[in-house]
């Protein structure tokens, strides 16, 4: 059975730094595309990140701020998140897909999701 889950979500103060953690088990995902969307209350989930192999994808919103990166030794995927705003608030769902040809945005690529980690950034 196949399983993400995520850690590190927590209250931060804007222009604070968090470090999200995906941890996979029941297959592995060394090849595979992996990534980071968010929801914020009352709104769509979103594409943040994603990569695969040297590839990695950001939403305009967090490029230059946020860092995805893996280790497929621990099958362990991360995100760091610096320079936070109040706007980042959301629910960080880590996902996987299993697909050999995808757009890592398309959130409908995805096939394994985790069950979300709250980031709250406090203005």
């Known amino acids: 059975q196949v399983q993400l889950v995520e850690s590190g979500g927590g209250l931060v103060q804007a222009g604070g730094s968090l470090r999200l953690s995906c941890a996979a088990s029941?297959?592995?995902?060394?090849?595979?595309?992996m990534g980071w969307f968010r929801q914020a209350p009352g709104k769509e989930r979103e594409f943040v990140a994603a990569?695969?192999?040297?590839?990695?994808a950001y939403a305009d919103s967090v490029k230059g701020r946020f860092a995805i990166s893996r280790d497929n030794a621990k099958s362990t995927l991360y995100l760091q998140m610096n320079s936070l705003k109040p706007e980042d608030t959301a629910v960080y769902y880590c996902?996987?897909?299993?697909?050999?040809?995808?757009?890592?945005?398309?959130?409908?690529?995805?096939?394994?999701w985790g069950q979300g980690t709250q980031v709250t950034v406090s203005s």
């Open positions: 996902a996987a897909s299993s697909r050999a040809q995808v757009s890592l945005r398309a959130e409908w690529h995805y096939d394994y």
């Open positions: 990569n695969r192999w040297t590839t990695n």
């Open positions: 029941g297959r592995t995902f060394s090849g595979s595309a």
